[in-house]
């Protein structure tokens, strides 16, 4: 089984940035594709980005593209995503997770083996 820990998050203000990680234990992203959601209190988990296993394919949500940057470190088991000009509405926790099977990347019904996640939250 995977065990997957986020971490890079915290408390910048709008316009700032962070580098965020999700690094892998026991089973490895071995083949996967990665992605990458967000949940803000209230709210439903939205997806934000997502690699696949070579890092050829990327996909983003409209509301981060050409701000956020989703890349892959297969030698250390590592996804990244580069956060930059941050915007209050990004204010989530960030958590990654392995796309296991088929299923839409978009959806999180389509990924397993959770983290905790880590706090992104961006001030005014």
């Known amino acids: 089984q995977v065990q997957l820990v986020e971490s890079g998050g915290g408390s910048v203000q709008a316009g700032g940035s962070l580098r965020l990680s999700c690094a892998a234990s026991?089973?490895?992203?071995?083949?996967?594709?990665t992605g990458w959601f967000r949940q803000a209190p209230g709210k439903e988990r939205e997806f934000v980005a997502a690699?696949?296993?070579?890092?050829?394919?990327?996909a983003y949500a409209d509301s981060v593209k050409g701000r956020f940057t989703i890349s892959r470190d297969n030698a250390k088991n590592t996804v990244y995503l580069q956060m930059s000009s941050l915007k209050p509405e990004d204010t989530a926790v960030y958590s990654c997770a392995p796309r296991i099977g088929g299923g839409d990347y978009g959806s999180p019904h389509a990924y397993a083996y959770w983290g905790h996640g880590t706090q992104v939250t961006v001030s005014s």
């Open positions: 026991g089973r490895t992203f071995s083949g996967y594709t």
């Open positions: 690699i696949s296993w070579s890092g050829g394919l990327r």
